[in-house]
């Protein structure tokens, strides 16, 4: 046998069921409230800042800016830590790797940054989250990129 064969045959099989399209997309809804939530509340003081006109860099304001970075790091931060956001907490999904193996950052930077951003820039690929409907193990363009399963954690 080779260490790989030993490796498998140790380990208990992992019978995972996958989190289908409307449990991922309440929990999705449930994540946008907290952080819409967060950034109400962080951003705030911007009102009181210059009789509340937008201070502008470039194209974008800083308070647009700001609530960019926090809902990235919403997602990259709670996923890394927690394998969940709060949203999947309240739904009892886990994002896993699909070697079972923990989370790696470079992971994560594909699948809650990259995946994100496009789906956030180019409306149209909004529509691709409806992979997640029709393959077998769930999987959005996010998930597939970032070699990552949403799973039912109960």
Same mark, same amino acid.
């Given at each position: 046998m ?6 498998h ?7 995972q069921?996958?989190?289908?399209f409307w449990m991922?997309f ?6 946008? +409230?907290?952080v819409f939530?967060?950034n109400?509340i962080l951003?705030?003081?911007f009102?009181?800042?210059?009789n ?7 194209f974008w304001?800083?308070?647009s ?11 990259l931060?709670t996923t890394k ?11 009892g999904?886990k994002?896993?790797?699909e ?10 930077i594909?699948r809650?940054v ?6 956030r820039?180019?409306?149209i ?15 959005g363009i996010h998930?597939m +990129?970032?070699?990552t ?6």
């Open positions: 080779t260490e790989n064969e030993i490796k045959a140790s380990s208990p099989t992992i019978n069921r996958y989190a289908g991922r309440w929990a999705y809804l449930a994540d946008l +409230i907290i939530s967060i109400g951003l705030i003081p009102k009181f800042v210059d509340g006109f937008d201070l502008e860099v470039g304001t800083v308070t800016i700001i609530s960019s970075i926090i809902f990235y790091l919403y997602f931060l830590y927690f394998n969940q956001t709060l949203g999947k907490v309240i739904f999904l994002v896993i790797r070697d079972h193996e923990p989370l790696r950052w470079s992971d994560l594909f809650e990259i995946g994100r951003f496009l789906h820039v180019f409306p690929t909004v529509l691709l989250y409806a992979f997640v409907a029709f393959t077998n193990q769930k999987q998930d +990129i970032g070699n399963r949403v799973v039912l954690d109960r």
